[in-house]
């Protein structure tokens, strides 16, 4: 099984109600054994919501309770970041997931680059909590920007 982040499929579950699809990816899963995932919907929040970014850290040291994650609107949303990472895996055994693909730059499923936390745009490298969550559980975690190793994953 791939857990792939729904809003790269298409799904309209993104902060502002829209998608981030990759249509070369959905051709190059075609076929596979996918299961959707998106760790902010999975942990309550709405859709749309006012976007969020983590605040002094990256993903792993929200898990680790060392940062948390705020909206825009100056509001901690950090228990609901928690748990979708516990909802995202609700029903799945570990051994069953062979990789998952998350969306980069995400509070929740960026794999190596989020937001500064400052709200202006700037990224720093890091890991969004979701992400962070199933690589410390062990699962390989790719971008929509590694097509190419997912390509080679696949043959
Ligand atoms: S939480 Fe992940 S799956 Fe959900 S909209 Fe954000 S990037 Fe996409």
Redesign the pocket.
Known sequence: MILV????LG?N???NGGN?EVTTLLDLLQGQDIRQ?????AGGLPIPRPPAEIIDGDGFDVLAQKARVMNIKGEDVTENFLK?CQEMLKGINLDEIDFAI??EK?P??GVRKIYTGEFNGTLKPGT?V?AAFLKKKGVTVYSEEDLEKIKDRLN
């Open positions: 982040s729904a809003c790269l799904s579950c993104k902060y981030n995932v998106c760790p902010e919907v979708g998350l969306k995400s929740s499923c969004g979701g």
